[in-house]
Structures are given as structure tokens and as C-alpha cells.
């Protein structure tokens, strides 16, 4: 057996299972047996010191890296260690991305920006900029950033805006199709700390309004309590503890961090 | 010696005796170089009573309507060559320099290889390429247009593929994470970055090929270089200036709009 079953698999978003990383240049590995079980709907925040593995276990899940051993179960698609590309083109189409600062294409507009989030999609080779892109993409993109409160400047540069608001493009981006998924890697990290909660709240209650599976990142524990239903704590390539956000004491965050 | 700084006579100590020689024979190489083909003082003093007895003869350059008409003419097919030549150059260096461009060419590590044979395109003169072409496909506008190609892609497929592998990674791997293929990252990730700098290579690229188009005509490719071998070759000298002076206008003008151009587009 590669993996144990999962109870229902029609509930799971995600679910690994003895999940390992090791990279070719890597000297040890990164994941050594993770085992994690996501539900829809439900926003998972991990946490762990840097190096720990959070990036590599979140680019695993949605096939950007290979794994080791053991198999990933995103939105239904089963796979060992990458995805077929049929795999891979289903998940790209409902899952959203978010990265740290710096990800937009920064003389273009905010608006190409989010029309960006349609590459991939069959057809979509005029989604490049939105001025070649098809007009109800356009739509989307528009009300993807009405979402976010910046519909106002939907014609301005990227670099214009402030950095909590080139976050909030980059939301737009990742919901502009309509994902079941969205996967946050350190979203708030590089921002001041009140634009860094705001970028959390709006995803937080995106996410929770439309029922949409979130799983982020972040190193900064208050942000993972309040914005997540649960959390779970990496540490050596392994799973510290998995428990529903209120519950989490501070003992447990300073076994993850020291 | 407590005079010199335990820094200093480090420094002199680090000077080895093999860097030594090698000072010692580049310095013998330049001074015979220039003992052997640099022009000696009696040689100036005896070319010179030929200087200016040519000026002499160029001098006024001639006016007449219908050699100026003729010379407008070949300032036309001139500025056609340029234009012409640094154009499809231009378009051609886009796939090429994104070829050559590493990291980000679609052929991975064969980048290197596109990258050798523009530098082989750059390396050999205009000139050269201008006879070779002057050789194939016959004298005239065709062999000069075909030179400035070539010369364009040399000198804007470096640069344009240095620009692209200068654009931000950040945005680009975003779009790579979202599912878009090699063409939308280059279209929509890179060339956004990489326009400002690859439009700069461009005006260059343009006033790069009025300047080599115009001695072009020299080796028989077409334009106003032709007939300025042409004056030479008759010993008419009054054409000649007439030319030279033509000559140095128009380049003047060409840098003084792409310099204007350059500065709108900052
Ligand atoms: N592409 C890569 N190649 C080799 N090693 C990597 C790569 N990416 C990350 N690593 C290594 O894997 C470990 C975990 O990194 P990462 O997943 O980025 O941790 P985190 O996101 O928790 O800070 C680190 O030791 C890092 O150096
Ligand atoms: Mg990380």
C-alpha cells in the first residue's frame, strides 16, 4: 500500500500520506513522513521556523516539486511523485496562488495583473496582457477586484500601489477563476503590520464567505491564530501538532520555534 | 624599514615576477606596434602639402541640381537600407535573443549555442559581411539591407537577451505557479520588464545602421557610400565634400532624433 485510505474521500481537499522530500542538492531530507488531512472549506494555517519545509510541502501539494515517496491527494486528484499534466492542468484550474511580495508584473496594469490569473486556461494565450485578453475575462478580473476594494485602480501601474495593495491584486489574481483552493505562501510577510492584517483578513473572510479551502503560511503566530480554524506546526521534516487554532498554547509554539 | 607600511611592501611583494614579464613584453608589444605602422613625424610633414592640396580641389563642394537630385536619391535608398535592415533585424532579434537568453529560453541549456552565433554575427565586421553578400547576391540596395540584418541581430539579440535574462524572477515564477506556458510567461512576465531597456537597444540598433549603411556603397552595397567611391574613383572631389558634408548631416540629425526619442520614452 503507497497510502492509508482516507475516510471520505468526497470531505478532503488535501491529503498526504507519509509524504517525503528530499531535494537533489539537498543533504537531508525536508518532509520525512507527513501525513495531512485537509477538508474543504476549512483554512489551515502552518507554521514552523525558517527552513522547515513549509514552502517545499505546499509546492509538493500542488505538483511543482517532485516527491520522494508517498502520494498527495489534491482536490481529488491522486498522485506518487508529480502529476500527470491532465493532473496538473485540473489542479491549476482550482487552485489559486499567492506568494510573497513581489509577484506582479510590475509596468503592467493592475488589471492585466489579475487577468493574469487566467494563464493556463485553455485559450488563454491572449490573457497576457487585458487588453488582448477576451472581454468577459476582463469582467471577471474586474469584479475579482472589486472583491479586494480596488477596482478604482484597476488602471493604474502594479508599482503604483502600496505593497499591502499589491497583495490585495495578487488575492485578485489567485480568485479571478473561481478556485475551490487557495494556497498562500507567507502572504503578509514584507508588509507593515497593519496592512499585513488586512491582506489576512480579506483572504480569511474571502475564503470563509465562499467556502473556499485556504491553507497559508506565515511566521507571524498571531496572524496564524486569527486567521485560521487550524494549525499545524512543522518541524524537523515532520508534523509537531495539528490542532484547531484556540487551542494552541504557547508551549506548543515555542517547542516549534526553539 | 619602518619607513614603508608592512601594506605597502605587501603590495609590492604581491607584484610577481611572472606579472612582471608579462608588463614587460605587453609594453615592448605596443611600442613596436607603434614604431612599425603609426605615422612618423616626417611622413606627417610630407603628407601634409597633399592634404591640403585635396582640400583645395574639394573645395566648394559642388551644388549643381542635378548631381544634388541624384544624391537625394541615394540619401533615400540610404535611409531605406537603414530602415529596412534594422527593422526586420529588430523583429528577428525578439525569437533569437528569447533563444539565447538564459534561463528563460525555451531550449534550456542549447541557449548557449544561440548565443555563440550571434557573437559570430557580431564579431565579423559589417564591411566583411557586406562583401560576402555583395558576392551572393549581386551589387546593390539587396546586399546592404541583408548586412544590416545581420548586423542588427549581433548587436540586438546580445542586448535583448541580456534584458530578458534581467527581468524580475518573482512575477515570472507567479505565472509559472498559475499555469502559463513559456510563450505567456515571455509575453506577459518578461517583455513588460524587459521593454524599456530592449526599446533603448533598439534606437542604438537604428542609428548603428544609418551610420554603417552609409559605407555600405564602398564595397558596392547600395546607398549613398557608392557614390562617394564613385567621386573618389573619378577624382571628383568637389562631389566628394559635397557627399561628406551630406553625410555628416544626416548622421548628426539621426543622433539627435533618437537621442529625442530616448528621452520621450524614459
Ligand atoms: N529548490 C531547492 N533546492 C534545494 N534545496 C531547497 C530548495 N528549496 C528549499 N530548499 C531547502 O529545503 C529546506 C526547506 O526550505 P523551505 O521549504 O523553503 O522552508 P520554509 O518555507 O519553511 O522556510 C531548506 O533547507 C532549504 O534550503
Ligand atoms: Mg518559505
Redesign the pocket.
Known amino acids: 500500500m503507497l497510502h492509508t485510505p482516507l475516510a471520505d474521500t468526497k470531505d478532503v481537499a488535501i491529503a498526504t500520506s507519509a509524504l517525503k522530500k528530499q ?1 537533489k ?2 543533504q537531508f531530507p ?1 518532509l520525512k513522513g507527513v501525513n495531512l488531512t485537509i477538508r474543504h472549506g476549512e483554512r489551515v494555517a502552518l507554521i ?1 521556523s ?7 510541502l505546499l509546492k509538493c501539494l500542488i505538483g511543482l516539486h517532485a516527491v520522494n515517496e508517498g502520494s498527495v491527494q489534491t482536490l481529488g486528484e491522486t498522485f506518487g511523485s508529480m502529476p500527470t499534466a491532465a493532473q496538473r492542468a485540473q489542479l491549476r484550474k482550482q487552485t489559486g496562488f499567492v506568494f510573497q511580495k513581489h509577484c506582479l508584473v510590475k509596468r503592467h496594469s493592475v488589471l492585466s495583473n489579475v487577468v493574469h490569473g487566467m494563464l493556463g486556461l485553455p485559450g488563454s494565450w491572449r490573457a497576457f496582457t487585458q487588453a488582448t485578453a477576451p472581454s468577459r475575462w476582463r469582467a471577471k478580473a474586474m469584479s475579482a477586484l472589486e472583491d479586494v476594494n480596488l477596482a478604482d485602480r484597476a488602471r493604474s501601474r502594479a508599482d503604483a500601489l502600496s505593497g499591502g495593495q499589491q497583495q490585495r491584486v495578487a488575492i485578485a489574481r489567485a480568485i479571478v477563476r473561481g478556485p475551490r483552493l487557495i494556497i498562500a505562501d507567507e502572504p503578509a510577510a514584507s508588509l507593515d503590520p497593519v496592512s499585513g492584517s488586512e491582506v489576512m483578513q480579506l483572504f480569511s473572510e474571502f475564503a470563509q464567505a465562499r467556502g473556499i479551502t485556504l491553507l497559508f ?1 506565515s511566521h507571524d503566530m498571531d496572524h496564524a491564530a486569527a486567521y485560521s480554524d487550524r494549525i499545524v506546526a512543522l518541524k524537523n521534516g515532520q508534523i509537531l501538532f495539528d490542532k484547531a487554532s484556540r487551542e494552541v498554547s504557547d508551549q506548543d509554539l515555542r517547542d516549534t520555534f526553539q | 624599514m619602518s619607513g614603508v607600511s608592512p601594506d605597502l611592501r605587501s603590495r609590492f611583494s604581491g607584484m610577481s615576477s611572472i606579472n612582471f614579464v608579462l608588463i614587460l613584453v605587453v609594453a615592448a608589444i605596443v611600442l613596436s606596434s607603434i614604431n612599425s605602422v603609426a605615422p612618423s613625424l616626417g611622413q606627417l610633414a610630407d603628407g601634409l602639402p597633399s592634404m591640403i592640396n585635396l582640400l583645395d580641389r574639394m573645395w566648394p563642394p559642388n551644388t549643381d541640381a542635378n548631381f544634388l537630385t541624384r544624391v537625394g536619391m541615394r540619401l533615400v535608398e540610404t535611409f531605406q537600407i537603414a530602415l529596412a535592415g534594422a527593422a526586420i533585424g529588430i523583429a528577428l532579434s525578439l525569437p533569437i535573443g528569447w533563444l539565447a537568453a538564459k534561463k528563460v529560453s525555451p531550449i534550456g541549456p542549447a541557449s548557449w549555442l544561440v548565443k555563440a552565433i550571434i557573437s559570430l554575427l557580431r564579431t565579423i565586421p559589417d564591411l566583411v559581411w557586406a562583401l560576402l553578400f555583395v558576392v551572393t547576391v549581386g551589387l546593390g540596395a539587396v546586399a546592404g539591407t541583408m548586412t544590416i540584418v545581420v548586423d542588427t541581430i549581433g548587436f540586438c539579440g546580445r542586448f535583448f537577451a541580456e534584458a530578458m535574462e534581467d527581468a524580475d524572477k518573482e512575477p515570472q515564477e507567479a505565472l509559472a505557479a498559475i499555469g502559463a506556458n513559456k510563450v505567456s510567461i515571455l509575453m506577459g512576465g518578461i517583455l513588460p520588464d524587459a521593454a524599456p531597456s530592449m526599446i533603448n537597444t533598439a534606437l542604438f540598433a537604428l542609428e548603428k545602421a544609418v551610420r554603417s549603411s552609409v559605407v555600405l556603397g564602398l564595397v558596392g552595397a547600395g546607398g549613398i557610400g557608392q557614390e562617394l567611391k564613385a567621386a573618389f574613383d573619378l577624382f571628383q572631389y568637389k562631389n566628394a565634400s559635397a557627399i561628406i558634408l551630406v553625410i555628416f548631416v544626416i548622421v548628426l540629425v539621426m543622433e539627435f532624433i533618437t537621442d529625442w526619442l530616448r528621452s520621450k520614452l524614459q
Open positions: 531535494y542538492n539537498g525536508v514552523g525558517n527552513g522547515s519545509g513549509k514552502s517545499t503560511t
